[in-house]
């Protein structure tokens, strides 16, 4: 197993923060918030340093493009906690 990879989260997930796609099988079941969600999620892309249950979280954050002219509005998000 990859050092980081017991505390690292990949998911892709919708504007509201439903988890459509996750590395820890909690597919259509749960739901992210992050502090100031909103503006993270208004940029592109990015790296973020955040607070996330009571934890230091690392967050790198992508804006999925879309097809053609038709834009899903996913994130895909890659959550690192902090030691």
């Known amino acids: 197993m990859l050092p ?16 459509l796609a996750d590395s820890t ?5 749960d739901t992210i918030h992050l502090p100031n969600q909103g503006s ?6 990015g ?6 249950n009571g934890a230091p979280h690392l967050v790198g954050h992508a804006k999925a493009p879309g097809f053609e002219t038709y ?4 994130h895909s998000l890659l959550l690192q906690k902090r030691r």
Do not use: M, N
């Not at 690292?8 to 509201?16: G, H, L, Q, Y």
């Open 4 to 19: 980081d990879k017991a505390s690292t989260r990949t998911c892709i997930v919708a504007p509201d923060g439903s988890v």
């Open 25 to 29: 099988g909690r597919a259509l079941t």
């Open 40 to 45: 993270i999620f208004a940029s592109a892309s």
């Open 47 to 52: 790296f973020h340093e955040i607070t996330l």
């Open 71 to 74: 834009s899903t509005g996913w």
